[in-house]
């Protein structure tokens, strides 16, 4: 699985459209065959105008991502969005999705 985590600093006078901007992106990218999740976060505190994702995909289906119309789509709505040029953390890992936590087991 790929696993990549991005952080958004949007321009704070239009941080409150940022989900309005990518929600098409967001629903294209949720319908890709490879997609295994694609979450938008805000922090709890601080950060009014960042926003995090957490996306995963197939190996096969991350390829298929970047190359897909609808990728260039979401940035190009993006980019005028942005303070300035997003941070990503991208990794393949061992995994297939989400596992239950070893350190809080609830029965």
């Known amino acids: ?26 629903a294209d990218v949720r319908s890709e065959e490879g997609n295994l999740f694609f979450e938008w976060y805000r922090p709890v505190e601080g950060g009014e105008n960042e926003y995090f994702l957490l996306e995963g995909f197939t190996d096969e289906g991350a390829k298929a991502h970047v190359e897909s119309p609808h990728f260039q789509e979401g940035i190009d709505a993006m980019r005028p969005l942005l303070a300035k040029t997003p941070q990503i953390i991208s990794e393949q890992i061992g995994a297939e999705g989400f596992g239950p936590m070893g350190e809080i087991q609830i029965d």
């Open 1 to 26: 699985m790929i696993l990549i985590n991005l952080k958004f600093t949007v321009k704070p006078e239009l941080a409150d459209q940022w989900m309005d901007a990518v929600a098409q992106y967001t």
